[in-house]
């Protein structure tokens, strides 16, 4: 069975080499469709998620994949230990060509994100947690550990989605203090988070758990949390791999 460093490393190096292939595609042009939902994919998704799928496989051909872009594995019965994969988190932001995306890899045991790795190529920005369950960034090969802050007394700041701000969400932010907020796309905002930009990150419209296992594994490291709007500690391996509603946030 692969051990936990090698698993870090080879999900930082597919991570990277899929952002590589995604980034020359997005330069150089693409063609969009739409899937059966309605929602849009590129070359770039499947060419991303194929190299990652193949480095997966042959790192820990014992851990099931569970990945947006292949259909067949939504119905797999959620084992104990798996990985999520987005390789293409933020396609409309991928399409509207402002760069905010990022290719998610994440791995879950026993319903947690133990580890995870956010990449967004245009940034060239890299967040993982290491083997000793740090959140590091890392840009222009320097790395360092982040941390989530506490709120301060003068209001939260919070991340919202630049693409997908739901009412409900809009709701909950207006029963807090705010002192400001952070548009951004993809996983990102839990990005935002961990490193103690934003205070809290709310979500009450759909998503899957591979849109969010990734960065919520980089937000616990840093010292935040992943919550239902009730509270309870956010699960993963949930029947047909959906989330409900959640609140991202920093430190307590």
């Given at each position: 069975?692969?051990?936990?460093?090698?698993?870090?490393?080879?999900?930082?190096?597919?991570?990277?080499?899929?952002?590589?292939?995604?980034?020359?595609?997005?330069?150089?042009?693409?063609?969009?469709?739409?899937?059966?939902?309605?929602?849009?994919?590129?070359?770039?998704?499947?060419?991303?998620?194929?190299?990652?799928?193949?480095?997966?496989?042959?790192?820990?051909?014992?851990?099931?994949?569970?990945?947006?872009?292949?259909?067949?594995?939504?119905?797999?019965?959620?084992?104990?230990?798996?990985?999520?994969?987005?390789?293409?988190?933020?396609?409309?932001?991928?399409?509207?060509?402002?760069?905010?995306?990022?290719?998610?890899?994440?791995?879950?045991?026993?319903?947690?994100?133990?580890?995870?790795v956010v990449?967004?190529?245009?940034?060239?920005?890299?967040?993982?947690?290491d083997v000793?369950?740090?959140?590091?960034?890392?840009?222009?090969g320097r790395?360092?550990?982040?941390?989530?802050?506490?709120?301060?007394?003068?209001?939260?700041?919070?991340?919202?989605?630049?693409?997908?701000?739901?009412?409900?969400?809009?709701?909950?932010?207006?029963?807090?203090?705010?002192?400001?907020?952070?548009?951004?796309?993809?996983?990102?905002?839990?990005?935002?988070?961990?490193?103690?930009?934003?205070?809290?990150?709310?979500?009450?419209?759909?998503?899957?758990?591979?849109?969010?296992?990734?960065?919520?594994?980089?937000?616990?490291?840093?010292?935040?949390?992943?919550?239902?709007?009730?509270?309870?500690?956010?699960?993963?391996?949930?029947?047909?791999?959906?989330?409900?509603?959640?609140?991202?946030?920093?430190?307590?």
């Open positions: 069975m692969s051990d936990r460093k090698s698993l870090i490393a080879e999900m930082r190096r597919a991570a990277l080499d899929a952002g590589r292939v995604i980034l020359d595609i997005y330069e150089r042009g693409f063609a969009t469709e739409r899937k059966a939902d309605g929602s849009p994919v590129t070359e770039a998704d499947r060419q991303g998620e194929a190299l990652i799928l193949k480095r997966l496989a042959a790192a820990a051909p014992e851990i099931a994949v569970v990945s947006e872009e292949n259909a067949a594995s939504h119905a797999l019965a959620p084992p104990e230990r798996f990985f999520l994969v987005d390789p293409l988190d933020g396609t409309k932001e991928f399409v509207s060509r402002n760069g905010e995306f990022t290719v998610n890899i994440a791995l879950i045991e026993q319903g947690v994100p133990v580890l995870g990449y967004a190529p245009v940034k060239d920005q890299l967040f993982w947690v000793q369950g740090n959140a590091i960034e890392e840009r222009a790395q360092s550990v982040i941390t989530a802050r506490t709120p301060p007394a003068t209001g939260l700041i919070a991340a919202v989605s630049r693409s997908h701000l739901d009412e409900a969400s809009t709701a909950f932010l207006e029963g807090h203090k705010l002192a400001g907020t952070i548009s951004a796309g993809s996983s990102l905002k839990f990005c935002l988070v961990a490193r103690g930009e934003a205070d809290v990150y709310p979500r009450f419209g759909p998503t899957n758990e591979w849109d969010t296992a990734a960065g919520d594994a980089v937000l616990r490291a840093a010292g935040g949390r992943m919550l239902t709007p009730e509270g309870e500690v956010f699960r993963y391996g949930k029947p047909g791999y959906g989330n409900g509603p959640y609140v991202a946030w920093g430190k307590a």
